[in-house]
Nanobody, 120 residues
Framework: QVQVVESGGGLVQAGGSLRLSCAAS????????MGWYRQAPGKERELVAG???????NYADSVKGRFTISRDNAKNTVSLQMNSLSPEDTAVYYC??????????????WGQGTLVTVSS
């Protein structure tokens, strides 16, 4: 019903930048909140950044001032610009959509995950 495709992960040196993107498609009536989460080896998944439909944002303290979340409501996309990356940012990053699907209702949909590796 809803497909989400992530892109943009990879290997980068400390201090570098990466941009992650997610695109959703399917029988979507509306998209409410969107967010980016990450899970490092041996750790629980944590919220990195979130954005409401109106554009209000929130960030984990560890990424404030370095990461920027944005969304394009017309294209059903959400992006995460990551600057000044450090090895502590190494993790699998997941996008999450809170969507309303025609004839179904509310669903929470996750991307497949993309690996970000920051070398020192």
């Amino acid at each position: 019903q809803v497909q989400v495709v992530e892109s943009g992960g990879g290997l980068v040196q400390a201090g570098g930048s990466l941009r992650l993107s997610c695109a959703a498609s399917g029988n979507i009536k509306s998209i409410n909140a969107m967010g980016w989460y990450r899970q490092a080896p041996g750790k629980e998944r944590e919220l990195v950044a979130g954005i409401t439909r109106a554009g209000s944002t929130n960030y984990a303290d560890s990424v404030k001032g370095r990461f920027t979340i944005s969304r394009d409501n017309a294209k059903n996309t959400v992006s995460l610009q990551m600057n000044s990356l450090s090895p502590e940012d190494t993790a699998v990053y997941y996008c999450r959509y809170a969507v309303v699907v025609h004839f179904v209702g509310y669903l929470e949909v996750w991307g497949q995950g993309t690996l970000v590796t920051v070398s020192s």
